[in-house]
């Protein structure tokens, strides 16, 4: 009967862990990307009574034992995805699939689900207790540096270089019905390598039935000289069809091609020539003559102004891209994920952070929607809790149950032993 007591026991104490696991599930259901916790029990191994045996005439006995109690076997943590839940702001990243976010405190790195980052004063990102987002740099080229795991930092201050405008694209119809000698201008804005603007003017007059003059002009309408001192201009030719002539022959038509004239302009007034290329035709389209409206128009230019950052954006692969009022993106991190062979070896440091053990294996680096192409890290929402109320609430009762049972073995126990010490009144 001692022994039952102690069984009772081992009953009050396991089943008082299990409901400190469920009481934890309960207080972190509002947790940003918790995982609840299950606690399993194991058998406790009793004393043999028989063994294994042969009776008399052969036959077998089978083994007899009594159990000792029950123990907490393990608490495992179940890591099924919780939902997303959107927030708008641009630093929370929820994980959408395996892995984990990569996070530095010192020399230490930290895996966590728990993405409601925040960009500090030196323009890192970095956890709500400091630790800073690690992730893979790009160099100038664009190309991703997986060598070394880097800091994530948005350089507030950034700004992006002009850039000089080197091709100007025109595309439309010029009339089939205007008159020789009539003339039409088109206009864009172009840039120095300084970045500042200057107007540039193409002016295309009707020379022949299928010949129309070009003529670059600055922005007073005055003729743009090249570098021996002379005005630009040249001759555009359309096929019998209104297309353009490419291959100098009226009577074959469509032709396939480019068409690129090239002009030189000091844009700038520094005495250096700059090439600058007028395109006419190219992969997507060309210019042409048909009867109807002229609608000729610069419909590009390849030059910018300087820009100033007006924001940045992490995609679902977790790229982190600058945006310039000019336009402009620039790519700085790619934001490395995590994963191990056994998530459930991790050890639990607090604060929605899990460290490397030998029991987790060894750390696995890759990118979302690539290695890890199963994951992908949504923007502006965070992982909520897995904790279902519902199925607390049940385990919670069962528990009590068992807890309440476990008592009631103890308080029986006791009644017996009270029996056994009254039979000598």
Do not use: C
Request: proline residues 3%; hydrophobic residues 40%.
């Amino acid at each position: 009967m001692i022994r039952s007591l102690r069984t009772g026991v081992s009953g009050l104490k396991s089943h008082q862990v299990r409901m400190d696991v469920i009481s934890n599930n309960i207080a972190n259901v509002n947790t940003t990307a918790f995982k609840r916790g299950r606690a399993a029990f194991n058998e406790l191994f009793g004393q043999t009574l028989l063994g294994v045996g042969r009776t008399a005439g052969g036959r077998g006995i089978n083994p007899a034992y009594v159990g000792l109690g029950v123990a907490v076997g393990s608490i495992d943590v179940n890591f099924a995805q919780g939902a997303l839940e959107n927030t708008g702001v641009a630093t929370d990243l929820g994980l959408n699939g395996d892995g984990f976010f990569v996070v530095r405190g010192g020399d230490r790195l930290y895996l966590t689900r728990a993405g409601n980052f925040t960009v500090n004063r030196f323009g890192e990102l970095v956890t709500n207790t400091g630790l800073q987002v690690q992730g893979w740099a790009f160099d100038e080229n664009g190309q991703l540096r997986s060598a070394a795991l880097q800091d994530v930092r948005i350089p507030l201050n950034a700004t992006a270089p002009p850039k000089r405008t080197e091709n100007i694209y025109i595309r439309g119809n010029l009339s089939a019905e205007a008159a020789i000698g009539d003339s039409m201008n088109v206009s864009t804005i172009v840039y120095d390598a300084q970045g500042r603007t200057y107007t540039l003017i193409i002016r295309f007059t009707k020379t022949n039935t299928n010949e129309w003059q070009w003529e670059v002009l600055d922005a007073n309408s005055n003729p743009i000289l090249d570098s021996s001192g002379n005005p630009q201009s040249g001759t555009l030719s359309f096929n019998n069809d209104g297309t353009l002539d490419l291959d100098s022959d009226p009577t074959t038509y469509p032709d396939a091609g480019t068409l690129n004239i090239p002009f030189e302009w000091d844009i700038d007034g520094d005495s250096t020539f700059e090439t600058f290329t007028l395109n006419l035709a190219g992969d997507d389209a060309a210019m042409t003559q048909f009867a109807g409206s002229t609608t000729a128009m610069v419909r590009n230019q390849d030059g910018v102004p300087p820009g100033s950052l007006v924001g940045f954006s992490i995609n679902q692969e977790g790229i982190v891209e600058l945006n310039f009022s000019n336009g402009q993106q620039q790519r700085l991190y790619q934001i490395v994920l995590g994963m191990v062979n056994n998530p459930n070896g991790l050890q639990q440091e607090g604060d929605n952070l899990w460290s490397l053990t030998s029991a987790s294996g060894d750390l696995m680096l890759g990118r979302a929607g690539a290695e890890m192409n199963r994951t992908v890290i949504v923007a502006g929402t965070l992982e909520m809790s897995n904790v279902d109320l519902a199925t607390e609430f049940t385990d919670m009762i069962v528990t009590q149950r068992g807890y309440q049972a476990s008592a009631r073995i103890i308080t029986t126990s006791d009644e017996m032993l009270q029996e056994l010490v009254q039979l000598k009144r």
